[in-house]
């Protein structure tokens, strides 16, 4: 059974960097026809996809438009890991954020991490 | 970017209710569109994908329909489990969008 689960801070201070990781099991992350992407949720408030990455030899990326600038994500395919760093964080980027496997819809999900922006 | 707008916001219902939530696209994403469940504290569930096609394990009350821009998730008689936030969720062009969100409420 595929499982992700999300690791980093849970607390970053406005200005820095937000950093997260992803670690699969159960499932070879270089296996191809799959993405690996975040999605994060306001409290209280809606899904938003961030973006995702795409690895069958070669490494695809894809962001969503409004957090391109801010967002890179990674892969490291020897510890079946991939990781989001989001940059210059403020308050609005307070949110639980979620890893998932997804082609055209998300099929398995981490159980999410809160990662909260305050000094 | 491609728009999701969800139909009600907040359904309030009671148990043994048939329950319709839609969901627009601002432009056409053929049938790749999908519904999730989501409870409070957890992730969201995958019900069903590409507009009608329902993820194994997933009581057969809960049907989808439509394609192009408009879309429809029904559960046919509501349960107690049923009671949750439903998500829309679109794909096309390498680019993912969900809906606001639908709040489905004890009446």
């Known amino acids: 059974q595929l499982q992700l689960q999300e690791s980093g801070p849970g607390l970053v201070k406005p200005s820095e960097t937000l950093s997260l990781t992803c670690t699969v099991s159960?499932?070879?992350?270089?296996?191809?026809?799959?993405?690996w992407g975040w999605i994060r949720q306001p409290p209280g408030k809606g899904l938003d996809w961030i973006g995702n990455?795409?690895?069958?030899?070669?490494?695809?990326?894809y962001y969503n438009p409004s957090l391109k600038s801010r967002v890179t994500i990674s892969v490291d395919t020897s510890k079946n890991q991939f990781s989001l760093k989001l940059s210059s964080v403020t308050a609005a980027d307070t949110a639980v954020y979620y890893c998932?496997?997804?082609?055209?819809?998300?099929?398995?999900w981490g159980q999410g991490t809160l990662v909260t922006v305050s000094s | 970017d491609i728009q999701m707008t969800q139909s009600p916001s907040t359904l309030s219902a009671s148990v043994g209710d048939r329950v319709t939530i839609t969901c627009r696209a601002s432009?056409?994403?053929?049938?790749?569109l999908a519904w999730y469940q989501q409870k409070p504290g957890k992730a969201p569930k995958l019900l069903i994908s590409k507009a009608s096609s329902l993820e194994s394990g997933v009581p057969s009350r809960f049907s989808g329909s439509g394609s192009g821009t408009e879309f429809t998730l029904t559960i046919s008689s509501l349960q107690p489990d049923d009671f949750a936030t439903y998500y829309c969720?679109?794909?096309?062009?390498?680019?993912?969008?969900f809906g606001q969100g639908t709040k489905v409420e004890i009446k």
């Open positions: 969720q679109q794909y096309n062009s390498y680019s993912w969008t």
């Open positions: 159960g499932g070879s992350i270089s296996s191809s026809s799959y993405y």
């Open positions: 990455v795409y690895y069958s030899g070669s490494t695809y990326y």
């Open positions: 432009q056409t994403v053929s049938s790749w």
């Open positions: 998932a496997r997804h082609v055209a819809h998300f099929d398995y």
